[in-house]
């Protein structure tokens, strides 16, 4: 064997470098950083240099300071609000990312047909995957959501009238609305029934020779209770197939039918039951309870969805490679049943009594700070879904409560904002929260460590 090879052998492992490195960073910056500079290493090897342990773990930390100067950079979540969307929404697991540094440190095969050796269809791998999870006849991928929403109704019924239910013209972050959205791709709003109470007779008075479609809005952000009634999507479709218009279904928060449902989800409709229920077109969010990148993704009927891709607007709304290579990812990991390893189900999954553990050995780990005077409980606590999903729906959890002597909570919480990396964490009855279910258990050390500085200080 060369002694090139024998130096190769002898690198140490990523988790080695992480362990040398200490609690600085959140633990999947710290698997990068270590990545990257072990992979540069083997270069240097493979051109005869020599390169010891230490000058591994000093390129791993540089990597991580560049990091840490960036303007956008890892924060760590303990709002207990496990897609937050003024944190990025879900975070990517390492398949996910190695998927997207695969083709963004390459050319690839994004536009061109390789068997054939011509141009080819940038949806197409991402169309085949999604089709395959979903049962759908084809599959469309955008920048978001509403941009999903609004090419639909833009390429399937400009000019004419779409009707929906009062109870449904949502309003979603940023102020941005459905009447908006809708009235945004050329469509005209048409409205039925009231806030509270939706018939199918009132559809059936509006729908009329000038309608183009039916659009039903899953209300994923809001609840209304007590005297109500919606129109299912079953007999929405039923009504909008006789009168041979397209049932456009909204479902905003992505969820998928899989084996075992949790009871915390019974409030989301699966995309695979709103196929099933008669839509033409479902449309939602890739970064949600799918868990997966920022997109919009379209799925259902093959006549609608190449109309809608023959639409001027997608060359505006098209997604890149990176976003396609991350959805691919995602959907392999529900065709492999492997999805629980995704962080949003990593974190929703986890049991309480797991996080009550956490909270108890982190409480321990701070016993230096009682003599202080410092107050630090495990107690339980409430996580949500977030991101527009799962409204009124909470997550039991536990979580690290903290009071500091002559620190007022306010500036404990700017403190461990300002740090680095900064935690985000809630203020509750004069004292700072921190919520263990959307904190990784591999960051619980460097909490510890940023609590203790923050006090100490």
């Given at each position: ?418 740090g680095s990396p900064p935690i985000v964490a809630r203020i ?30």
């Open positions: 064997m060369s002694p090139d090879r024998d130096k190769l052998r002898s690198l140490p492992s990523v988790e080695r470098v992480v362990q040398l490195l200490g609690p600085r960073a959140p633990h999947r910056s710290m698997v990068r950083a270590a990545r990257r500079a072990i992979d540069k290493t083997r270069g240097l090897i493979l051109d005869g240099n020599d390169v010891d342990e230490n000058t591994i773990v000093a390129q791993a930390g540089e990597l991580l300071s560049l990091s840490e100067r960036a303007r956008l950079h890892p924060v760590i979540n303990a709002t207990g609000v496990l897609i937050h969307t003024n944190l990025g929404r879900v975070p990517l697991s390492d398949d996910q990312l190695d998927a997207v540094a695969a083709v963004a440190s390459n050319f690839s095969n994004l536009e061109y047909d390789i068997e054939r050796g011509r141009r080819g269809d940038r949806y197409e791998n991402a169309a085949e995957i999604l089709c395959e999870v979903t049962g759908a006849e084809a599959a469309l991928v955008v920048n978001n959501n509403a941009a999903a929403v609004l090419v639909s109704l833009a390429a399937l019924s400009a000019g004419r009238d779409v009707v929906i239910s009062r109870g449904e013209l949502i309003e979603i972050g940023g102020e941005f609305r459905i009447p908006d959205v809708m009235n945004a791709s050329g469509a005209r709003l048409v409205e039925v029934g009231t806030t509270n109470r939706t018939h199918l007779a009132d559809y059936q008075k509006a729908v009329s020779s000038d309608t183009g479609a039916v659009l039903k809005v899953h209300p994923s952000n809001y609840r209304v209770v007590g005297f109500t009634a919606t129109v299912s999507s079953r007999e929405l479709a039923t009504l909008a197939h006789g009168h041979g218009l397209p049932l456009i279904h909204d479902l905003g928060s992505g969820l998928l039918a899989t084996d075992e449902q949790e009871a915390w989800l019974s409030g989301e409709v699966p995309v695979q039951v709103a196929l099933a229920d008669g839509a033409d077109l479902v449309t939602f969010s890739g970064d949600k309870l799918l868990g997966g990148p920022q997109a919009g993704i379209i799925v259902g009927r093959r006549e609608l969805v190449d109309r809608i891709k023959r639409h001027p607007l997608m060359r505006a709304i098209r997604v890149d490679k990176m976003t396609l290579a991350a959805l691919e990812s995602t959907m392999a990991s529900y065709l492999t049943d492997t999805y629980r390893k995704l962080p949003f189900w990593t974190m929703a999954l986890a049991s309480s009594e797991d996080l009550a553990t956490r909270a108890e050995a982190l409480r321990r780990s701070l016993a230096d700070l009682f003599e202080r005077g410092a107050k630090v409980e495990a107690i339980a606590s409430d996580a949500v879904t977030g991101g527009g999903s799962l409204p009124g729906q909470r997550l039991s959890s536990w979580a690290l409560s903290i009071q500091a002597p002559d620190l007022a909570v306010s500036d404990l919480d700017r403190r461990l904002r300002h509750s009855d004069d004292r700072l929260v921190l919520d263990l279910r959307s904190i990784d258990p591999r960051d619980d050390d460097l909490v510890a460590d940023r609590i203790r500085r923050a006090i100490t200080s």
